[in-house]
């Protein structure tokens, strides 16, 4: 799909569809859209609807008006977007996609968008509100058909963001181009996981990654097996021995103009958890393909962070490992030894995402980063705890857990903190090693968080996000495409506005 601009009197929009986002009144979901008076032409047409309350302008509901010829437009769309609050923008993104998909849904070509009702009172665009309509428009066009013989094209293919305020056309320009740039990211961290662990094993998703980020001024470099074993990283070499898959691990470093903070993201690279020896139970297994979620969302980020060009030093590390049971496979009782020379007692096999992870956050303080941010479908706990409503966040440092946490709340992708207590500690004691993997069910998530924290130096700030409910929209899709690219808009944000705190210290 293309996005072009115009700026034009009202009057001069001819289009097949005008879609016109609208804001509720206060009084939740018996409020009334507000109709700005730019289209105040829409209340007589609509008038018996908003009377019967058929439509509230609510968030994720549309009306879709056929045949108006009301602006010259054939048929008009309108977006609820919810109340109006200071909080809006977090919810564009939502709008804008759930627009685009009644578009598609009414097999429409063209259509012209009222980018203006996406800030009420006419204050006038910014880049942020423009990209994540961008961003949502686009992702409602996203469509994972590799594997499909028969491919239904989409015919919902042109798009035109209108204000009729001249002063809105570079917001408008800026706001689209970023918006495609963080819907590429986005695009990519979906088709990563979307794709089945048969195409995807840990070589080729390492590959991927660096052929996706190759076309900007992205350095990779792989680790295989016997890099992997000089490096000692005992945690990814033990999960990744049941499979002849053998393990990787992916560094892509990109250097932003003017860039004096450096982070770390670090993602979970899963590309399929059978849960090993301790083998997981059948129902929903074919759901574990996208255990490698975290390292497809750190590579789309890291993909719109340098076609964005941000001003940041980033360093993405991806450890990837597949997750089997066979006669080769790392066993309960067996004792690994970590990158960063402590041991670890497996308890469970399938408590092997940690086991990656701590390498990897072992590797990256090497890097001596401003933060160190991971990103992981760690446990069936958080999934419990938040639902897909909101991801588990935890770590060493507050500061930058509140950037993380405003970055979510800005483009609304949630996410919730849970407490890394001293106690949590205890249940992953060992009486042959340092620690044991797994510290049971209760509050798995927290102890996930505490296990990964052992192999985090105490002066290294360090932010942990367990995406486990968030990065898998199951009910929503069909089976199999599922992948909600989850937290790619939240860490491209969290780098465009980082502030460092390191001076502080
Ligand atoms: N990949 C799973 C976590 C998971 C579960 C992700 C459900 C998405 C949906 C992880 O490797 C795992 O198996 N975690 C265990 C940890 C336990 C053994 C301490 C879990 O949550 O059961
Ligand atoms: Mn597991
Ligand atoms: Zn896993």
């Known amino acids: 799909m293309k996005i072009s601009t115009k700026i034009s009197s009202i009057q001069d929009v001819s289009t097949d569809c005008f879609v016109i986002p609208l804001f509720q009144s206060e009084g939740g979901d018996k409020g009334k859209p507000i109709i700005p008076k730019e289209v105040k032409e829409l209340e007589s047409l609509i008038s018996d609807i908003i009377d019967s309350k058929a439509f509230t302008a609510k968030l994720n509901t549309t009306l879709f ?11 008009i769309l309108l977006v609820g977007l919810g109340e109006w609050k200071s909080d809006y923008l977090s919810r564009v993104y939502a709008a804008a996609k759930c627009a685009g998909s009644v578009i598609r849904c009414e097999k ?22 423009t990209s994540q309509a961008a961003a949502g428009f686009f992702d409602s066009t996203y469509e994972f058909n590799e594997y499909k013989t028969e491919k239904e094209p989409i015919s919902f ?54 052929k996706a980020t190759s076309q900007f001024d992205v350095k990779a470099t792989i680790f295989d097996t016997s890099r992997l074993e000089k490096e000692k990283m005992g945690g990814i070499l033990g999960v990744g021995q049941g499979s002849k898959n ?24 899963v590309t399929f958890d059978t849960g090993g020896i301790n083998i997981k139970p059948s129902p929903k297994m074919e759901d574990m393909k996208y255990d490698m979620s975290g390292s497809a969302i750190v590579i789309g980020t890291t993909l719109a962070a340098a076609s964005l060009k ?15 049971p066979s006669g080769d496979s790392y066993r309960p009782s067996d004792v690994i030894a970590m990158h960063n020379g402590k041991t670890v007692e497996i308890n469970n096999t399938d408590a092997e995402g940690r086991l990656i992870l701590a390498d990897a956050l072992s590797y990256a303080h090497t890097f001596k980063p401003d933060v160190i941010v991971d990103a992981a479908t760690l446990t069936g706990g958080v999934v419990i705890a938040l639902g897909t409503v909101a991801a588990g966040v935890m770590g060493n440092s507050d500061e930058y857990i509140g950037q993380i946490k405003s970055s979510g709340e800005k483009v609304g992708e949630k996410v919730w903190h849970l407490p890394l207590y001293d106690e949590y500690k205890e249940d992953l004691q060992s009486g042959i090693a340092d620690y044991r993997n797994s510290g049971g069910r209760e509050a798995s998530p927290s102890k996930g968080g505490t296990f990964l924290n052992f192999f985090i130096q105490k002066e290294q700030p360090w932010v942990h996000l367990d995406i486990a409910g968030v990065a898998w929209a199951a009910s929503s899709n069909p089976s199999g495409n599922c ?23």
């Open 65 to 75: 008006l056929r045949n108006t010829r009301l602006f010259n437009a054939k048929n």
């Open 157 to 210: 293919n042109s798009l035109t963001f209108f204000s009729d305020q001249k002063s809105d056309e570079k917001y408008l320009k800026t706001g689209i181009e970023n918006g495609e740039k963080i819907f590429q990211g986005l695009k990519l961290a979906k088709d990563l996981c979307n794709t089945p662990p048969n195409d995807l094993n840990p070589d080729k998703l390492v590959n991927w990654g660096k």
């Open 246 to 269: 053998q393990p990787r691990l992916l560094v892509l470093e990109y250097k932003g103009p003017k860039s004096s903070s450096k982070v770390c993201l670090v993602g979970k690279g």
């Open 108 to 129: 429409v070509k063209s259509a012209t968008l009222y980018v203006s009702g996406f800030c009420k009172n006419k204050k006038g665009l910014d880049d942020d509100s």
């Open 483 to 505: 992948a909600s690219g989850w937290g790619v808009r939240l860490l491209v944000d969290f780098l465009s506005n980082f502030k460092s705190m390191k001076s502080k210290k």
């Open 310 to 324: 941000l001003p940041i030093h980033l360093i993405s590390i991806v450890p990837s490992a597949e997750n089997m």
